[in-house]
Structure formats: structure tokens, C-alpha cells
């Protein structure tokens, strides 16, 4: 477990209660050391997150290590070995699974605001602190002091922080128990959370102004706000005592570094899940790798909990898969072919495959995607469960069965996540498909490589379907892409050697789209009666001479 | 030791995923669902890919119910209600069961039968492929029926079929239950001057997705044309004090962009005007940025004053104007209500069998928030839009959280009968308790 401040120990407490060993890394020591970060306190009792601290240290199956980074990591689910380094040694230790709990970072956006200078201009978080010191001495600090009129600014630069919101109306109403004038300025009011909505109504009840803006309110140089109001109809200028601005999530610093070393996808906004439907709630590209809470995604409190729950239910089936998996080998790499070009490490979106004299395909990992299989240019890879032979004759076979009226045969390669199921469904819902339609079951869109996509066309097609999932809905994450290149490779060599490119035809389908199923093969089917039977399968003169 | 039986009440996603994660351990599972179908609402979903996943993860749902058919320690109960739950030591669940006409022979007449039902709703198809039985027959539309049936198809039911097969009974003895017991989606008839579905072209977004599962594409219901010009009217029966609704449905919004999208995307000439009050576009990515959604679509901050029929069988909206206060019309051809969730109104009853509390909406309360405090923990655990609006995913993941709090529960029940320190013991693996593989050590 890699985390860090309450995410990290909340999540080691969840599945050290579940009865798994836990090794907490803290990667930010101050955090850790502070509980106090950020938590507002209406949003966690002070006592309970102490406690929450204090118990982590007395855990029975808990090893704190605080202060260390994760340094690197070898291995697999099951056998994990990573390597731990503090200030003034490195430890290693090896584990099962591995669970990333980072925390973002609320970044105050004065600047963006043009803030920056402004005496009275505060973020939320400095807000709330300041806030604290009503519970503690009675009465207002700081610039709270002599404050009278508050405007709080939301929600213009960033969009979708529900906690945020919750934060924004937590204060409102702290501040007009105290006799402030609020005045909210927001594009759209985020309420989409328990209670939000009734907040919001006891805000205005107390007195809380909220304006709705579409464009972000014009600050001038005297530090007030002017803004053309849409219900009132006329400008309107307020110059509060202090100015409250909105702070941007951002994630953790060490989510990059994270992905480096645990080999996983980058999703490219430092965030540390892939955008995809397949990685969700918690997990990653690779297997026995998890991760919870705000480095994932943004989301409230409660949500870091039930993704630590979660993590914690999946670690025994993750387990049991390993289990399961033990001493069968999945893929397997061809020394003596195998010419060490690193394609395939660097093609596997699972990152299976680790270099050793040559690469190693580790069983535990591969998701059989066939994705390596098909991109290695020495033909070195066998996946052990694909039998492209069978495949090659299932084709052969479905051509050779006779037809007494012409009907185009088309060849649809589909992927087993999402077309092949499309098609199942098209045929149960009683969807309209081509009479020589032939549906060939494949791991992955990608694991068609160019020579299996044309083998179809040389068995005697008439044109080829191949069909993958949508864009980031790809369990392999990029072997529809892989699929969308060489169907438009396939097509450009097809129109050199005189053939038609649209004998061949990719699209992306999800598993429950019965229609588009049916209505990509039937525009396949009406595309092949007006090029007319495949070219090859003309009988052909022998008289040449 | 003896293996522990569980029960999960409701079929839908929360449910479905419950039970698939507590199939990975060592217990027996009981699905009850009171439908003749598996899948609640969410499987009425359609897939929003605008060419790109929009992630609205309908696609999940399908892919949840194909792992279950194939998970062998999930017994599935369809068309089932519980008529008794005892509270003793250990919990006795009594069901009652609708016939379901499920052997082969049975599926090929209903099947057959389907096809001339006109819409009657007497057979009915199941949503998704992975549904089995795919076809059911409704009995209660049935004893409904005294004048005999509209085709002749349906009549040859009665002389294949026998139809006065009795409801069966049967009792479970159950260890821990989960909750998935689901929502109800808002009636838009409680907004009158809306006119639905006096209005054939006012429909609620619901009726939009079986019209796309049934059709294949989102058409006017008054002539099954495409419309040209449409509108989404937001937060029907939601955000709204005077509904007696004083809570965001929180999935309308991301949904109805999607919709708006994946319509927008067939049919670019579409114009597509929004009538909302916030936009509920949550998270780290929103799928549909607010850059692109305002500049395809029109958005408009303001509530219908109401909707009525105008010529040629569109519909008119007024609202009040921008910027002077006074009422204006326009044409839609179409107006789509974005209803929102609401308890499901067996709540009260399920609250009164199970001894759990409804929070302040009449939404059950969420166990997993307060599961930390075992001392008065019963083993009875909520799941899903039971607690509070959820999507399709915040549904799956909150359906773990409770499998999570059922298996600690049934943990420390086991550890206290046989003194055991506390430790987790339904783990069908060799793994010790690092998750270090045993083989790969030796």
C-alpha cells in the first residue's frame, strides 16, 4: 500500500480489517504527520481522524513506514518485490498486490482571478481555517475580523469538484450564523451530492446571495466585483471585505513517477486511471495493481471509502485468479526467433511481458489479448489459448459451404468484449444480417495481424469486418487502435493491387449495440453487391499462351 | 464448516454486481428479483458512444449479467417476492414465485407467441441476450384479459401452455442480506401542465431508450420520423420542493448530455435546446466538455411555464423570457422530460420487514457509511439507488462496499462462535494473509 494522509490510512485500515496483511508506505511524510490538511472539520470529526491515526500505528497487521518512496518494482500479482527508499536506506519488501491511495492537491487559483496581490483575497482553504476560529475563541479572526460582506467566487475555472461545492455552502452558512453577508458567485451550482440541495436551501434561508453567471464576473482594479446580473437585469458592482477564490484539484505530484515504475497507462491528465470503462472502480491496466481514491478521479469523502471497500473485496478474487492461473502458461516467446526488438514490451497494454535474456510472457498477467502476438515481426509470440490455425480453417470452412444464390460472404472478425457479443444479440433480437454473413470469434480487434485480416479475402470472401470496441472502452486499452491502423494500411495496399479498399471495413461497436451490428453488415453487404464477387475467386483462363 | 447462504433482495445493477463479487468466495447466493427479468433499469440503457465511449456504462450492465449466468454458486430467483421474513437467530426468507415457462419447449411457443402480441405486453422479451428465460409470459396481464386474446397466436397459449400452473413457495435460511431493492422513476404525469403522455410527442427520456432498444433509433412517437428540433427539459421531479423531491437525481444531467450527444452525432442538422437550471457535469472527466456541449447545444436557464399540443402534432413550450417579463412560445418537435429517481415506493414496507431505517427522503438508509459501528451490525446491508440516487457505476461500486461489510460481518460472527482472534475465513484460496501465493513461494 502506497498512500498518503487520510486516503492512505483509510484504505490500510479497510483491507487490514479484512484480514490482509498491510505494509503502508507514506509517500508524503507531512501529510501523514498532519491530519489536520485540508479536512475541514465539519467534514470529519477532529477526534475520529486522530483515532484513525493513532490506530493505524497500534494495527496488528498494519507496518507503517513512513517517509519512503516507492523506488522500484519487479515482479508480478502474487509476487510483487518493491524496493522502499527512505532518507537513509532502501528496505524491500514483497507483496501480493499492490494499492496506490494518493491525494490531490488543492491548488488556490488567486492568480487566474487576478488576485494574486490583493490583500484581502483568500482560497477556500484559508477561508475555513480562518472559520475554525469561530468554534475555538467565539469569534472572527483575522481578516474575518471587521469583515461584513463576503463574496466567494466558484467555479469558473474549473467545473465538477463536488466537494468543492459542499465546502462552498458548509462556509456560507458558517459565515451568516455569524452575522457576514454572502454573496456566491458560480456558473453551475454543483448539488449532485447527499443533502447538497436542501444546503443550498438553508443558505438562502440565512441570507447567502447566490448569482448564476455564465461568463466569469469581471474583478476590477479596486479588488470589486461588477457583473451584468441575468435576473435583475442591470450591472451590478459589490466591493466586499474579502474576497473567497475557488482552489483547483489537482493530483497527486507522484502520480507520474507512479506510473513510470508500475508500467501502467498513462492517461495523460496526471491522474492515475486510465479513462476506461473496463478499469473501473479501482482497478489498472495490470493486474494485483489498484488505486483509490482523488489520484484516480475527483470525487467526495464517501467515495474514498467505498473505493477502499472495494479494493479490498477484489484482493481475494484477484488472488483466487492467480491461483488459478498458477503453472499454466498463456503465451510463450520463441527464443530462437525472437530478435530482441522489444516490440512486444512495448506493445502489451497489461504490461505482461518483462525482459529477462529474452522476454517473458508472465501467465499471472497476460489477459491473452494476442496484441504482442500480432505485432511481433518475427512471429515469435504463441498464444497459447488462440489457435489462429483454427480460426484460418473456420474460415475456410464457412467459405466452402455452396450457395445456390449469390449472396456476398462477408467475413466478420469480432472482438469477444464487445462485437462478438453485438452479434449474439443481433441474431437473438431478430436484427436484419447478410445471408453470407459469417461471424469468427477473436480475443481483441488487435490480435488480428495483416496476414489473418487478408487470409479471409484469400480463403474466398468477399469482404471483411472487423470489429472492435469503442475508443477507451478497449480492455487492451489501444488494440482498437492497433486494429484502425492496419485495416487502413490493409485498404491502401488492397487499391495498389487493384482491389477495392472497401472490401475491408473497420468499426467500433459495444456489446449491447444490436442495431449497429446489423446495420454495419448490411451496408457491408449492399457495399460487396456493387463491387461484385471477389476478384480471386474468378475462375480463371488457362489458355494464356 | 458449514457453508454460509446469503440473500441479495433486487436484480438490478447493484444487486447483479453483488452477487457476482461475493461469488468469488465461498458461500452460497441467493438472487431475488420480482421482475421476470434480471438487469432493473439499467439494462434498458443503450449505448451513448459518440464514436467514442461516453462512458454512461450501460455496456457494464451486460457485461455483469453475462458473468453472473456463468457464476455457479448464484442460485437466481426470478419473478419472486418475499411473503415472510422470520428474524430469529438465523434469517428465514419466505418466497413466493410466479410461474416462468422456462423449458425449451415453453421458450419456442412464447417466442413464437411474441411476435403477434402487438404490443399487448401479454409475452414479454427480455432486454438483454443474456436474460434467461429470454421470454415470459405476463400473467397478470393475462387474468386481465376476459374477452380472450387479439390474435390467434396468443389464444393457441392457452391450449399449449398450462396457464393455471399455481405460484410455488419456498423458504431460504440465510445468513446476511443486502438491499438492492433499487428506485422508481419520477411519474411526469405529477407535473400536469407538462401534458404527458396526453402529448404523444412529450416523453420521458425513459421512454426515448426502449423507443431506441425497440427501434433502433430515438424517433418522434407520433410518427416514428426523426425530429428536427428538440428539446430536454431537465430536473422533471427533481430539485423541486413542491414535488416533495428536495434533492438532485444527479444522473439526469450527465445522461441527458449523452443522450443529446450520441443524437446530435447521428444527425448533426438536429437542433437540440436544453431547458435546465445547473449543469450536473461532475468529475475528473466529464465526458462532454462544457466547451462542446454549449456550443452544439442551446441552453436556456429556465423552467417550461408548460408544454401544449400546436400544429402539426409538434408541441409548444413556454417559458418566460430572458430579458423582458413576459411569456414566450416555440415549436419543438419533440420534448424529452429528464425524470429523476425517486424511492422506491415499497420502501416503507421493506423498512418494516428488515428493521432499517428510511433517511429523511424515504430512501433507505445507506449501512455501508455507518457499517463501521459493528456493535449493533444485524448483518442486513443496503445497496445501490435504494440508499440515494446513483449511476450505473457509483451503483457497482457501492454494491462493493456492501459486499465488503457482509463478509466482515459474517467473519466476525463465524470468529465469536469458534473463539477464533479476528481474521477473514472465507478466502477459497492459498493465499496467506500478505496475498503471497503459497506455490510461488515453496
Known amino acids: ?47 475520529e481522524l486522530k483515532n484513525e491515526y493513532e490506530g493505524i500505528n497500534k494495527h496488528e497487521l498494519i507496518e507503517y513506514l513512513p517517509e519512503r518512496k516507492l523506488n522500484g518494482c519487479t515482479g508480478t500479482v502474487g509476487k510483487f518485490s518493491v524496493q522502499l527508499k527512505g532518507e537513509k536506506d532502501t528496505l524491500d519488501r514483497t507483496v501480493g498486490a499492490i494499492v496506490l491511495a494518493h491525494e490531490s492537491r488543492a491548488v488556490p487559483l488567486l492568480e487566474s482571478y487576478g488576485l494574486k496581490d490583493a490583500q484581502n483575497a483568500v482560497s477556500l482553504f484559508q477561508l475555513e481555517m480562518m472559520l475554525e ?83 466569469k464576473p469581471e474583478i476590477l482594479s479596486d479588488n470589486s466585483i461588477s457583473h451584468y446580473d441575468p435576473v435583475l437585469l442591470r450591472e451590478l458592482n459589490l466591493k466586499p471585505d474579502i474576497l473567497v477564490v475557488e482552489e483547483e484539484l489537482k493530483p497527486s505530484p507522484s502520480s507520474e513517477r507512479l506510473i513510470d515504475i508500475l508500467g501502467l497507462t498513462n492517461p495523460g491528465d496526471k491522474f492515475l486511471q486510465e479513462n476506461n470503462i473496463h478499469r473501473l472502480p479501482v482497478s489498472t491496466n495490470r493486474t494485483g495493481i489498484y488505486t483509490v481514491g482523488t489520484i484516480r478521479d475527483i470525487m467526495s469523502f464517501s467515495n474514498i471509502k467505498a473505493d477502499a471497500a472495494n479494493v479490498a473485496v477484489r484482493l481475494n478474487s484477484c488472488f483466487e485468479h492467480v491461483n488459478k492461473q498458477y503453472a499454466t502458461t498463456k503465451a510463450f516467446v520463441d527464443k530462437d526467433k525472437c530478435c530482441y526488438c522489444l516490440t512486444c514490451y512495448r506493445s502489451c497494454p497489461h504490461g505482461a511481458i518483462r525482459l529477462e535474456d529474452k522476454p517473458v510472457i508472465s501467465s499471472f498477467d497476460c489477459q491473452v489479448c494476442g496484441i504482442c502476438a500480432s505485432e511481433c515481426p518475427q512471429e515469435a509470440i504463441t498464444i497459447v489459448d488462440v489457435k489462429w490455425e483454427e480460426i484460418k480453417s473456420a474460415v475456410s470452412g464457412v467459405l466452402k459451404k455452396s450457395d445456390k444464390e449469390y449472396s456476398p460472404k462477408i467475413i466478420a472478425y469480432c472482438c469477444e468484449n464487445s462485437a462478438y457479443e453485438a452479434g449474439l444479440a443481433a441474431k437473438m433480437f431478430d436484427r436484419a444480417l447478410p445471408a453470407g454473413l459469417e461471424i469468427i470469434k477473436v480475443p481483441c480487434a488487435g490480435s488480428m495481424n495483416l496476414d489473418l485480416i487478408l487470409s479471409g479475402l484469400k480463403e474466398g470472401a468477399d469482404g471483411i469486418l472487423l470489429l472492435g470496441c469503442h475508443p477507451e472502452a478497449c480492455k487492451s486499452s489501444k488494440g482498437n487502435t492497433f486494429a484502425y491502423w492496419r485495416t487502413w494500411r490493409l485498404r491502401k495496399i488492397l487499391e495498389e493491387v487493384g482491389f477495392s479498399g472497401e472490401r475491408i471495413h473497420f468499426e467500433t461497436l459495444a456489446e449491447n449495440m444490436d442495431f449497429e451490428f446489423s446495420k454495419y453488415a448490411m451496408e457491408m453487404e449492399e457495399a460487396l453487391k456493387n463491387l461484385g464477387p471477389n476478384p480471386l475467386m474468378q475462375p480463371v483462363s488457362t489458355s494464356t499462351t | 464448516m458449514p457453508n454460509k447462504t446469503v440473500a441479495i433482495i433486487g436484480g438490478g445493477i447493484a444487486g447483479i454486481s453483488a452477487a ?22 439499467a439494462i434498458n ?58 423449458s425449451e419447449k415453453e421458450q419456442e411457443i412464447l417466442k413464437a407467441a411474441y411476435k403477434d402480441d402487438n404490443n399487448d405486453g401479454i409475452v414479454l422479451r427480455g432486454a438483454s441476450k443474456n436474460n434467461i428465460p429470454f421470454f415470459a409470459l405476463n400473467l397478470d396481464k393475462i387474468k386481465e384479459q376476459d374477452q380472450g386474446f387479439s390474435s390467434p397466436a396468443l389464444s393457441k397459449l392457452y391450449e399449449q401452455l398450462d396457464l393455471n400452473r399455481s405460484k410455488t413457495k419456498q423458504s431460504l435460511e440465510v445468513q446476511g442480506i443486502i438491499l438492492a431493492t433499487g428506485f422508481q422513476p419520477f411519474d411526469p404525469r405529477r407535473i400536469q401542465t407538462y401534458h404527458y403522455p396526453v402529448l404523444d410527442n412529450v416523453v420521458s427520456a425513459f421512454d426515448m431508450e426502449k423507443m431506441r432498444k425497440a427501434k433502433g433509433d430515438y424517433l418522434r412517437p407520433s410518427d416514428n420520423n426523426l425530429p428536427q428540433k428538440i428539446s430536454f427539459i431537465q430536473c422533471v421531479g427533481s430539485r423541486s420542493e413542491t414535488q416533495g423531491n428536495l434533492w438532485c437525481s444527479r444522473v439526469c444531467c450527465p445522461y441527458a448530455l449523452k443522450m443529446a450527444e450520441a443524437i446530435k452525432t447521428e444527425n448533426p442538422d438536429i437542433d437540440i435546446t436544453f431547458f435546465y437550471m445547473d449543469v450536473q457535469n461532475a468529475g475528473r472527466n466529464p465526458t ?155
Open chain 2, 288 to 442: 462532454i466538455s462544457p466547451e462542446s456541449y454549449t456550443s452544439r447545444f442551446r441552453f436556456m436557464r429556465m423552467m417550461p411555464v408548460d408544454i401544449l399540443p400546436g400544429s402539426d402534432s409538434s408541441v409548444i413550450i413556454r417559458y418566460m423570457s430572458s430579458d423582458q417579463d413576459k411569456i414566450e412560445s416555440e415549436d419543438f418537435d419533440l420534448a424529452i422530460l429528464s425524470i429523476g429517481i425517486e424511492p422506491n415506493p415499497e420502501n416503507e414496507q421493506i423498512s418494516d420487514m428488515f428493521n432499517l431505517d428510511l433517511d429523511k427522503y424515504g430512501f433507505l438508509e445507506d449501512r455501508s457509511s455507518v457499517a463501521n459501528t459493528y456493535a449493533d451490525n444485524n448483518g442486513i446491508f443496503s445497496a445501490g439507488t435504494a440508499t440515494g440516487p446513483k449511476n450505473i457505476a457509483e451503483s457497482i461500486e457501492h454494491a462493493g462496499q456492501a459486499v465488503k461489510d457482509l463478509l466482515t460481518f459474517l467473519s466476525d460472527q463465524e470468529n465469536k462462535e469458534y473463539g477464533y482472534q479476528r481474521q477473514f475465513i472465507f478466502n477459497q484460496n492459498t493465499s496467506d494473509r500478505r496475498g503471497l501465493d503459497r506455490n510461488l513461494h515453496s
Open chain 2, 45 to 102: 440503457y443503450n449505448c451513448k458512444a459518440n464514436g467514442q465511449c461516453l462512458q454512461c456504462y450501460a455496456c457494464l450492465v451486460e457485461q455483469k449479467l453475462k458473468e453472473l449466468n456463468q457464476a455457479n454458486n448464484v442460485h437466481i430467483h426470478l419473478a419472486s417476492r418475499i411473503s415472510k421474513f422470520n428474524k430469529d437467530a438465523n434469517y428465514e426468507l419466505e418466497l413466493v414465485k410466479d410461474p416462468l415457462f422456462d
Open chain 2, 20 to 41: 457476482l463479487e461475493l461469488s468469488h468466495y465461498d458461500l452460497d447466493i441467493h438472487l431475488i428479483e420480482k421482475d421476470y427479468f434480471l438487469g432493473g433499469q
Open chain 1, 1 to 47: 500500500m502506497i498512500g498518503e494522509g487520510w486516503t492512505g490510512i483509510c484504505t490500510a485500515k479497510e483491507i487490514a480489517d479484512f484480514g490482509f496483511e498491510v505494509v503502508l508506505v507514506e509517500d508524503n511524510a507531512t501529510l501523514g504527520q498532519d491530519p489536520e490538511f485540508w479536512i475541514p472539520s465539519y467534514l470529519m470529526d477532529r477526534q
Open chain 1, 133 to 215: 476560529s469561530y468554534d475555538s475563541r467565539g469569534q472572527g479572526e483575522g481578516l474575518l475580523q471587521n469583515a461584513n460582506q463576503i463574496a466567494i467566487l466558484y467555479g469558473f475555472d474549473q467545473e465538477g469538484d463536488i466537494l468543492g461545492q459542499r465546502r462552498v455552502m458548509e462556509s456560507v452558512a458558517k459565515l451568516e450564523e455569524n452575522g457576514c453577508d454572502v454573496y456566491v458567485y458560480t456558473r453551475n451550482l454543483k448539488v449532485a451530492d447527499k443533502d447538497l440541495e436542501e444546503l443550498y436551501k438553508d443558505n438562502r434561508n440565512m441570507g447567502g446571495i447566490f448569482f448564476k453567471l455564465q461568463e
